[in-house]
């Protein structure tokens, strides 16, 4: 029955049961042969593609900059994939069922799309640290463990922004690739991955903070040049950190409100166009 109160711990088993769609659809989607081949393939030849115009400008450090942004962005790319694996329970039909169960909505969402987050991690590691240096991108010891940790975090805080614009898109299911493609395309452009963030006007250096993905490439860049200190780089990765809770308290929001309006006017529908 809708409103009744749930045993302490549920909604941790929920994400949990949620999560194991999340890799039956992963092993549905992809082979191992057929993942590396095929996406991962892809992917690294995207991020070569990046670095090989900044060899046109005939300048190391452009390259290795174009480089490392897209290898990271990557990363997001692949966690904002929640948005179509989101909606898919919509046009399956499930979603009415969803909202019609006892549990919140958010928990479900929460660990649907996590087969991305590892998928995306692999993906720029073996950009950054197995072909970065033929590109000049070199790590030490100590700042490559502590990169991947940061391309962990990359696709933690990320996905936390996927998860409010998948709670968006379902509610206006139209905007779904608009939104997707939309969202990546301003990271690609704001968030340090193309052109240092200094490039653009003030005000719209302030509208990149608002995106996980700009303090956590900075942080990388940081470890990968050697450069920063303790707090610069603690500071960043609060602010990513910060920034993401704020966009999964969003996401949580509209799924619940999505969740209520259906229940209250029946208007969650099986599928819609």
Do not use: K
Request: net charge positive; aromatic share 10%.
């Amino acid at each position: 029955m809708v409103g009744t109160r749930l045993p302490r711990g549920t909604t941790a088993r929920v994400v949990l049961a949620s999560s194991r769609n999340a890799w039956a659809d992963l092993a549905a989607t992809f082979t191992p042969l057929t993942w590396t081949l095929g996406w991962l393939g892809r992917i690294v030849a995207q991020v070569i593609f990046y670095a090989l115009i900044g060899s046109l400008l005939g300048s190391p450090d452009r390259m290795r900059y174009l480089y490392i942004g897209a290898a990271v962005v990557a990363t997001a790319m692949e966690t904002l994939l929640v948005v179509s694996t989101s909606t898919r329970e919509r046009y399956s039909g499930t979603l009415p069922l969803l909202v019609a169960s006892p549990s919140r909505l958010w928990p479900v969402f929460l660990g649907r799309s996590v087969q991305w987050l590892p998928s995306g991690v692999a993906t720029a590691t073996v950009a950054l640290f197995a072909i970065g240096p033929a590109f000049g991108v070199r790590f030490t010891l100590s700042s490559g463990f502590a990169a991947f940790g940061v391309l962990v975090l990359v696709a933690i805080t990320t996905y936390g922004y996927g998860l409010a614009l998948a709670a968006l898109v379902l509610r206006f299911m139209r905007l779904r690739n608009w939104a997707t493609n939309l969202s990546y395309t301003v990271m690609m452009l704001i968030c340090g991955v193309t052109v240092p963030l200094s490039f653009w006007p003030v005000w719209l250096q302030g509208a990149a903070q608002v995106f996980p993905l700009t303090h956590t490439l900075h942080v990388i860049r940081l470890l990968e040049g050697g450069t920063g200190d303790s707090l610069t780089i603690l500071t960043s990765l609060g602010l990513a950190v910060l920034t993401s809770l704020g966009w999964y308290g969003v996401a949580a929001f509209l799924l619940e409100r999505l969740a209520t309006a259906g229940r209250r006017r029946g208007s969650i529908e099986f599928a819609e166009s």
